[in-house]
């Protein structure tokens, strides 16, 4: 079998298997923490560097794990990976460590991290799999920090406040408020409002790939353009 190519790898992540939105995968932290935009990003970042180093890792290894207990080997190294990730934002992000909680650990257990071990950097060579976790990884990022900055929006009237709690007193400044005198929405701000917005986004994808494909249909039912014809004549002109 061929290698995927890394345009189809990178489509599937980013869009047409994207592991939030396609796959619905990893929905506990995604809902769980999307409050706000800086919760989002740390939490998601978090989860790409693992699902990225994984992928690269379970490639390397691929050939001499034993089949009988090839899922074990993977949550092993899964394991080690966050436990390097949950040191690190202890070391240098601790304000945002205590506030992601017990979600930096359940990365463990996160179905796409797993998923994709198992069913891509499994079987596939080195580049493949470093692409594959990195656009899928990507993909789970982008759906985070929409969702984190549409229930911060809606939930409290501003965007990127707190930033600093990740990227240090440089982004203390970044945060802006949107509307003036807003008054908290907490039904947004709570895991309900996580499960609305979700299902917007998966909603708005839905329509853009239904609208793609009633284009595409178009296109290839639309007769070629007239041009000219060569007008066969039979018989004698007087």
């Known amino acids: 079998m061929a290698d995927p190519g890394i345009r189809d790898i990178t489509l599937n992540g980013l869009w047409k298997n994207n ?30 560097v693992v699902l990225i180093c994984s992928n690269t890792a379970v490639s390397l290894v691929r050939g001499v794990v034993n089949t009988a207990v090839r899922l074990p080997a993977f949550v092993m190294i899964i394991a080690a990976l966050t436990t390097c990730i949950e040191l690190l934002m202890q070391a240098f992000t601790y304000e945002l460590y205590q506030i992601l909680g017990i979600f930096i650990p359940l990365i463990v257990t996160n179905c796409v991290i797993l998923g994709r071990a198992d069913a891509f950097a499994s079987k596939n060579p080195l580049l493949p799999s470093l692409v594959d976790g990195f656009m899928m990884g990507l993909g789970f990022t982008l759906v985070l920090i929409v969702l984190g900055g549409l229930r911060e929006l809606v939930g409290h009237g501003t965007l990127f406040a707190g930033m600093d709690l990740l990227l240090g007193p440089t982004a203390a400044d970044w945060k802006l408020v949107v509307f003036p005198n807003y008054k908290d929405v907490l039904f947004v701000i ?24 009633e284009r595409a249909a178009a296109r290839e039912a639309k007769p070629a353009a007239a041009g000219s014809k060569r007008v066969r004549v039979t018989g004698t002109i007087s």
């Open 190 to 213: 709570l895991p309900p409002g996580a499960f609305v917005f979700m299902g917007l986004l998966i909603a708005l994808k839905n329509l853009i790939d239904a609208k793609v494909k």
């Open 19 to 48: 592991p939030a939105l396609v796959q619905l995968l990893g929905l506990c932290p995604l809902l769980g923490v999307s409050n706000s935009t800086v919760n989002a990003l740390g939490l998601a970042l978090a989860s790409a």
